[in-house]
């Protein structure tokens, strides 16, 4: 099967790569890629957001199978454009990617449903924001209703700060219309947890827990980023929990989703925070994660084709999804200065890996035959081994390999994760 993938990162490195390992597997097109990409793909230049761009290729070269990844192209109905083409794809259409597209949406499904979450407020109305935040309780969580690049939730520690965060989302317009609508939401403490999962509107299938780090600094300080590193699985997330979101939380999202005329066949994200009260979601994503696809993926012993055919079919409840029990971290690799300002165009020296190493290629180009940095998260250093232990210890040596002039690395992927297995 010829195989068009959509997207140009680590996580679609990390897909592309497991994909390979399917025997059904023929030739996989990636629409943009990169330059790490295009060793293990044809990479083409056209935006994932390019609807009609990317339209205009599939019509041409008619894969037999599409995987979107990215969230504006999902968003947007890039599978609902494919399919009128008569390509089958891996990837919720428009009207079930607005659990992640939209904030209000997911709260009220939430709320709806019974399913457990923060407690907030919606609103279109700056002062009446602010009105109603001068008597909230801090810290509280402002968030706006849009896609925001992952930096469209503010923690804010004073009326000051929220006031600011008021501001810039809903007059100054900092995410653009994304910030129209804002929520106003309860501060939960606890461990977060991701947990992506399979799913054809009907079946839900959990993959290997796993735990980002999502700060710029080592000791969770900094700004907020797309993810620094991650680890699977995350041992917060005992097997009593996976029971027990289960039973509240996947189930009941994917048969309120299907109530709802909405059903979701993809890969569902639960951003789970494991609060003293149980497991309440922070966040649905309506994707894989990125990084936490490069550590879980790492440790599928399925077929990862066999298994999104079946999310496509509504087979999933027939389909192997098996997890190694195994552990694997990712370090990720950025430029200096990122997530704001960093520099480019620096040559990248990779080494060979060895077993169970792999690296997964972000934000990179070819240039004359040289790979170069082009974004602020470069690639990702990725070990799986037996233990956690030894997977953060490898993912740090594989990285150690790793050159270019102005990396910056976290010293601290997998540091809560040990601690809590008490290593
Ligand atoms: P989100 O964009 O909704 O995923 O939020 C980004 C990050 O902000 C999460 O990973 C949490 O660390 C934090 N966060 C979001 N909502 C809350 C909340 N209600 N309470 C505490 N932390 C939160
Ligand atoms: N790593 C978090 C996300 O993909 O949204």
């Not at 990617?97 to 709320?111: D, H, R, T």
């Not at 710029?216 to 620094?228: E, I, K, P, S, V």
């Not at 170069?372 to 740090?396: C, D, F, I, N």
Request: proline share 5%; aromatic share 6%.
């Amino acid at each position: 099967m010829n195989i068009l993938v959509i997207g140009g990162g680590g996580r679609e490195h990390a897909v592309i790569k497991t994909l390979k390992k399917s025997r059904d597997c023929g030739k996989i097109w990636c629409l943009p890629g990169n330059g790490g990409i295009a060793a293990d793909a044809e990479c083409v230049p056209v935006k994932a957001t390019d609807i009609e761009g990317i339209a205009a290729f599939a019509s041409e070269k008619k894969p037999d199978f599409a995987v979107v990844t990215p969230d504006d192209p999902l968003c947007m109905g890039l599978v609902d454009r494919l399919e009128s083409l008569g390509i089958p794809c891996f990837g919720p259409r428009a009207n079930a990617a607005i659990i992640e597209g939209s904030k209000v949406f997911s709260k009220n499904l939430m709320k709806k449903y019974g399913i457990p979450t923060a407690e907030s407020r919606v609103f279109t109305d700056a002062d009446e924001a602010l009105a109603y935040l001068k008597t909230h309780a801090y810290p509280a969580v402002v968030k706006a209703d849009g896609l925001a690049l992952g930096k469209g939730a503010i923690i804010v520690n004073s009326y000051a700060e929220a006031e600011k965060a008021i501001r810039g989302m809903m007059v100054e317009k900092v995410f653009g219309e994304s910030g129209s609508r804002v929520l106003v939401e309860e501060f939960l403490t606890g461990p977060e947890v991701s947990v992506l999962s399979f799913t054809d509107g009907e079946t839900v299938v959990p993959m290997v827990s796993s735990m980002d780090h999502k700060r710029a600094q080592t000791g969770d300080r900094g700004l907020n980023t797309g993810g620094m590193g991650t680890v699977a699985p995350n041992p917060y997330y005992t097997e009593e929990i996976a029971a027990r979101c289960m039973k509240e939380i996947f189930l009941p999202t994917v048969n309120a989703m299907k109530k709802e005329g909405r059903p979701f066949r993809g890969c569902l994200y639960f951003g789970l925070m494991l609060t003293p009260e149980g497991p309440k979601v922070i966040e649905y994503n309506c994707r894989f994660g990125d990084p936490e696809t490069q550590v879980v993926l790492p440790l599928l012993q399925s077929d990862l084709l066999k298994i999104m055919m079946a999310c496509r079919n509504g087979t999933l409840a027939e389909a192997e999804v098996k997890f190694s029990s195994g552990a694997a971290c990712c370090v990720v690799l950025a430029s200096e200065g990122y997530p704001q300002k960093y520099d480019t165009g620096y040559e990248i020296s990779l080494p060979e890996t060895g077993e169970g190493e792999e690296i997964f290629v972000a934000g990179a180009r070819l240039s004359e035959g040289k790979l170069l940095t082009s974004g602020g998260r470069v690639l990702g250093a990725v070990a799986v081994a037996p233990t956690l232990k030894e997977a953060v210890e490898r993912a740090y040596a594989l990285s150690d390999k790793i050159a270019f002039a102005n990396a910056y690395k976290r010293a601290d992927i997998g540091g809560r994760a040990l601690a809590a297995l008490g290593e």
